[in-house]
């Protein structure tokens, strides 16, 4: 049953397979939709009810259009999943290539489906100039040119999706692009193409060390009239149930694919563990605003909710950490006192507090482990950050590239932040997705520098503003007063020694009868001192500040750079930024988990 999941991060499939299924008579229509619908359904179990899927469909004749009108066919049951059809070519050129009638019938069905309901349906982007491009949608023969097309469309589809659901006979493909082409390009294994077909650089893989266009191909076997070799055996990947057909993770068995199938095989099922994990939270947080709802498609509706769960858990996770000093205050105070009244009755109301403090402590890290505000927190900040620096990007018109925003070692991490930059770059790809590059000075860099401005004045207007909002200033005056409360427990620890060295020694009697509001001077200073430098610490003021001033040079470099700098050297220079925004925030969500009470 379909839930309202608007906002929440979907689960992408794409499709592959043969144009001729039906040449088999073993490939009956209805018994491959079967097959498709089971597959569908396994990954909606295996996702829960609180994560969409989103279908990736080149809407090609034959397996594209059976697995677009299952999908169809499975939302018209109430189930939540939504097609996202992309065309290599503007659609009349498009549908130039259905020859028979029902075929061509069967798909002006599926199109008029699409476009009357809140699937989506685009052109593609291509990288042809455009005098190619106008011979491609004109070849009746399938030349290069519009070979070319075809194959970066099943380039998008394989690259962007998490699964690639293949309707395939597991033989090599005949020519560019074909379905096996597809399968192995989606398993880190990019085939070879002819030296004058065109390929758009962007949906390659950086290198085989990054490895980033990889996932799960989840095969459905189909009989089909070949002559040519089977594939290279695959490695299946079994910690997930396929229902029907096989999934597998990488080609080959050599150490070193074994190495990359370990590494996709972790990525993937943190990436699972934690869209699950997300979306669960995410189903408290209605998006309410009913802008959002207009495209179910846009990562609007996505950095809306993401900047409302990150909000209201920081929030949680504030009011957990104050919970936390005002129940170990106390007992600090009370442990100090503990030594001095050791003999009197007075000691067991103040080590009764001393333990309560030590209970209650105790309870709310307990509490903040099973809550996990700040991992909540942290997530979907990440997730509301990556999106606003990818859609920079997109307006000011910059491509995604082979070459991923976060490096390898924190994708293993943080899976999902790089889903989520992927999905933004998917509004990219859309021929008719509405660019504004003279904006992005005002609308990003401005506006950053001026938010970093505000994050590092040395001043505040109250004083929940210097705790939450002044990390820069609230990192100084903790490390005054740090500073300030233990030189004086020194100073005063210096005093004490000195007068009772004169005491004992000398028999000199200046003021002894200080020497006990000394020693309370002494202890409570360095009391004073932990706990300030503990509350910095949890709060991640050094940190933050850094990481904030190290941005705001970057920022402030780039503007300089925007306005000198013609447009191509401009779109590199706000990915490199990006790149480094991005590191920024990963780096600082690592720092704040470290950071977190639970783990004190």
Same mark, same amino acid.
């Given at each position: ?11 992408? =499939? ?25 597959? =569908? ?10 994560? @969409? ?149 962007? =949906? ?24 040519? @070799? ?206 504004? @590059? ?75 009868? =200080? ?86």
């Amino acid at each position: 049953m379909r839930t309202d999941s608007t906002g929440n991060i979907p689960f992408i =499939l794409g499709v592959t397979g043969h144009r001729d299924l039906f040449t088999s008579t073993e490939n009956s229509p209805e018994v491959l939709k079967e097959q498709v619908k089971q597959a =569908l359904i396994s990954w909606q179990k295996r996702l829960g009810p609180d994560t @969409p899927i989103w279908l990736l469909s080149g809407l090609a004749e034959g397996a594209d259009l059976l697995v677009a009108e299952t999908v169809l066919d499975l939302q018209s049951e109430g189930q939540n999943i939504l097609l996202l059809a992309c065309l290599p070519m503007p659609e009349p050129a498009f549908r130039q290539d259905f020859i028979t009638s029902d075929v061509l019938s069967g798909y002006v069905d599926i199109i008029e489906r699409i476009t009357n309901s809140k699937n989506k349906l685009f052109e593609l982007k291509n990288p042809l100039s455009a005098k190619e491009f106008d011979t491609a949608i004109n070849d009746r023969e399938f030349g290069v040119l519009r070979s070319a097309l075809y194959l970066n469309q099943s380039l998008f589809v394989a690259k962007y999706c998490n699964v690639l659901l293949a309707l395939w006979d597991g033989h090599e493909s005949k020519g560019p692009g074909g379905t096996a082409d597809a399968v192995q390009y989606k398993l880190g294994n990019t085939p070879s193409w002819p030296e004058n077909i065109i390929v758009d650089e962007n =949906l390659l893989p950086a290198s085989d060390f990054d490895g980033q266009v990889s996932g799960i191909v989840h095969h459905i076997i189909v009989t089909r009239k070949t002559d040519s @070799p089977k594939l290279a055996e695959l490695t299946e990947f079994t910690s997930i149930e396929a229902g029907i057909g096989k999934l597998y993770s990488s080609v080959g068995q050599s150490k070193s694919k074994n190495i990359l199938n370990d590494l996709i095989v972790h990525e993937f099922q943190l990436m699972l563990d934690e869209m699950t994990f997300y979306n669960q939270i995410a189903k408290n947080h209605p998006c309410g605003s009913s802008e959002h709802n207009e495209s179910l498609f846009s990562t609007e509706a996505i950095f809306a909710k993401a900047d409302s769960i990150a909000i209201a858990n920081q929030s949680k996770y504030r009011n957990n950490v104050k919970a936390f000093f005002t129940i170990i205050t106390p007992g600090f105070i009370a442990y100090e006192l503990a030594g001095n009244y050791i003999d009197q009755l007075s000691s067991v109301y103040i080590l009764l507090v001393v333990l309560v403090a030590m209970l209650g402590s105790w309870l709310l890290i307990k509490h903040v482990k099973k809550n996990d505000h700040k991992w909540q927190y942290q997530l979907a900040r990440g997730v509301a950050e990556t999106i606003r620096i990818r859609e920079f990007l997109n307006i000011a018109n910059v491509e995604p590239t082979a070459e991923p925003l976060i490096p390898r070692r924190f994708r293993e991490n943080l899976p999902l932040l790089n889903h989520v930059i992927q999905l933004t770059e998917i509004q990219w790809w859309d021929k008719n997705y509405q660019s504004s @590059p003279e904006s992005i000075k005002n609308i990003w860099l401005d506006e950053q520098i001026k938010f970093l401005d505000s994050r590092l004045v040395l001043s505040a207007n109250s004083f929940s503003e210097l705790l939450y909002k002044r990390p820069r200033y609230a990192a100084h005056l903790c490390s005054k007063s740090a500073s300030f409360s233990f030189y004086t427990a020194v100073v005063f620890g210096v005093i004490l020694l000195l007068n009772l060295s004169a005491f004992y020694f000398a028999g000199f009697d200046f003021f002894s009868s =200080l020497n006990g509001a000394l020693m309370y001077i002494v202890q409570y200073g360095l009391m004073l001192a932990g706990i300030v430098v503990l509350w910095s610490e949890i709060a991640g003021y050094e940190s933050t500040s850094l990481g904030y001033n190290s941005l705001k040079t970057l920022y402030e470099r780039a503007t300089i750079l925007f306005e000198e700098t013609p447009d191509r050297s401009s779109k590199k220079m706000l990915l490199e930024l990006a790149k480094e925004a991005v590191f920024e925030h990963v780096t600082w969500t690592r720092s704040e988990m470290a950071s977190d009470l639970k783990e004190k």
